[in-house]
């Protein structure tokens, strides 16, 4: 799944090629795609738009236009935003906005992601957008919001990082990368940190995010740019993915687990 430095990578690839276009036609090939309105309301309200500026909160991309409504991108599991130039259809395509230049290609094969078309309000149907948490790179992310959220959680540190409410953004690769470098065990309650263990933590996952947006984000499989690139950090994991290799600090084999539903990696001997 796409997470923050992916979907921040795709934002700052398809600024430049988007700003200033203009919307001139929608074609839905599932409908289902459209999260919010209605399909009819969604054309009628997005063709003949400008977009104005492209954003990301979370793991949503989020494109303003003209008259101030947002289309609002939840890529999910496996949706790809791709530039298309000329007339052929990607495998997969679900909705396709032809602008002045190229053309948005939202591609989602196991259809969880959407894109909604918000004015003012957000509508309920984008679940948990209003309780997302500060964004991770934001100053607003520091060790005494995250020593609120935490204080006497009996919920495992890994899961509780993957609450949008808490860790913003963060997905399954970057809570693991982000406890390696802290040295703090995933299977540790929220609750029992130190305020020293906070504090890492803090600047653990500022600083994975940061290499990772520098290196254009992971891709294990389903992540790819908008010109069908790879990212670049997948060979920077210390150890997502890097199970029963050695730990690059210490040598100890890198340890498999699951937390919750979700497979989780770690290293036995760095992580306490
Ligand atoms: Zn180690």
Redesign the pocket.
Request: include cysteine; aromatic fraction near 0%.
């Given at each position: 799944m796409p997470e923050l430095p992916e979907v921040e990578t795709i934002k700052r690839e398809l600024a430049p090629h988007l700003k200033g276009e203009i919307i001139r036609e929608v074609v839905i090939r599932r409908k289902e795609i459209v999260g919010f309105p209605k399909i009819q309301l969604f054309k009628q309200k997005v063709i003949g738009k400008r977009i104005k500026e492209v954003e990301r909160r979370g793991k949503y991309l989020i494109l303003r236009l003209s008259d101030g409504s947002r289309l609002i991108f939840h890529l999910k599991l496996s949706g790809r935003l791709f530039l298309i130039d000329g007339e052929e259809s990607p495998k997969h395509e679900r909705i396709r906005f032809l602008l002045n230049q190229r053309n948005l290609s939202f591609v989602e094969p196991r259809m969880f992601g959407r894109v909604f078309l918000v004015e003012g309000e957000v509508p309920r149907v984008l679940k948990g957008w209003q309780e997302l948490g500060p964004e991770p790179l934001s100053r607003a992310f520091n060790q005494s919001f995250l020593r609120e959220k935490l204080r006497g959680r009996k919920g495992k540190i890994k899961f509780l990082l993957l609450d949008q409410r808490i860790g913003c953004g963060i997905g399954n690769i970057y809570a693991d990368e982000s406890l390696f470098l802290a040295r703090i065990n995933p299977e540790r309650t929220g609750g029992s940190l130190t305020q020293e263990e906070i504090a890492r933590l803090v600047r653990a996952i500022k600083k994975v995010l940061r290499k990772a947006i520098r290196h254009k984000g992971t891709t294990l499989s389903d992540y790819f740019r908008p010109d069908g690139k790879e990212g670049g950090f997948q060979s920077l994991l210390r150890v997502k993915d890097r199970e029963g290799e050695p730990?690059l600090?210490?040598?100890?084999l890198i340890q498999k687990i699951r937390i919750g539903n979700r497979s989780t990696h770690l290293?036995p001997?760095?992580?306490r």
């Open positions: 730990c600090v210490c040598g100890e290293c001997r760095c992580q």
